[in-house]
């Protein structure tokens, strides 16, 4: 099983539409998590950190469930320019970075 | 905000080669450099972490003596490709982070054709 598991989507999504992202991860003694965005042959950029409590950040919101081992991202009001793929990312007390094999976004006009 | 420099951007040469990455933090003094591999439609892997003046620490089944890593100094670490092969064809990605509770900054990446 993987460390990071990710539907790879593609979204397909008009402009405008809602769309949610989920994750879910194997190592229970995990202890941040994190969205980046990584566009086609770029680097990845960090897009937002996620906390127990759940966080928002403009569009964007973030929510984590520790019980299920879970993550989401909530994408509102989607832009053409959100196209990209959302990679979740896991990190452990060793301070290494797992990545997961990140979800396609395609919004289109 | 925090920069991380990597060159070259791209680099195709032929199989026996050995190729060298260089990856710079540009405005922070950078303690703790990653070096991150990614084959097409996959995951970021992490290769190696390395600390300023030690040696790498590399992950399993990444072989330390094809991936040579050095990282001499607070904003420069190296990854040289020894005798690269067609199958060392992939994108290679640092990232670069100065105290343990920040975040990792990432290079622009490599990508890497091995004919």
């Known amino acids: 099983r993987k460390e990071v598991e990710q539907d790879p989507g593609p979204f397909n999504v008009p402009e405008g539409a809602t769309v949610a992202f989920n994750c879910t991860y194997s190592?229970?003694?995990?202890?941040?998590f994190f969205w980046y965005r990584q566009d086609c042959r770029k680097e990845p950029k960090l897009l937002m950190s996620v906390y127990s409590s759940g966080n928002e950040d403009g569009r964007f919101t973030a929510q984590l469930n520790r019980a299920s081992q879970y993550i989401s991202l909530l994408i509102r009001d989607s832009k053409l320019s959100d196209s990209a793929t959302y990679l979740c990312v896991v990190c452990q007390n060793t301070d290494k970075l797992i990545f997961g094999t990140g979800t396609r976004l395609q919004v289109f006009p | 905000g925090a920069v991380v420099s990597q060159h070259p951007s791209r680099v195709i040469c032929k199989s026996g080669t050995s190729v060298k990455i260089e990856c710079r933090s540009l405005d922070f003094q950078a303690t703790t450099m990653f070096w991150y591999r990614q084959f097409p439609k996959q995951s970021l892997m992490l290769m190696a972490t390395s600390n300023e003046g030690s040696k790498a620490t590399y992950e399993q089944g990444v072989e330390k003596d094809k991936f040579l890593i050095n990282h001499a100094s607070l904003t420069l670490s190296t990854l040289t490709v020894t005798s690269a092969h067609p199958e060392d064809s992939s994108f290679y990605i640092c990232?670069?982070?100065?105290?343990?509770?920040?975040?990792?900054?990432f290079g622009d990446g490599t990508r890497l054709s091995i004919l």
């Open positions: 990232s670069a982070r100065d105290l343990t509770d920040q975040p990792q900054h």
């Open positions: 190592n229970s003694a995990s202890q941040s």
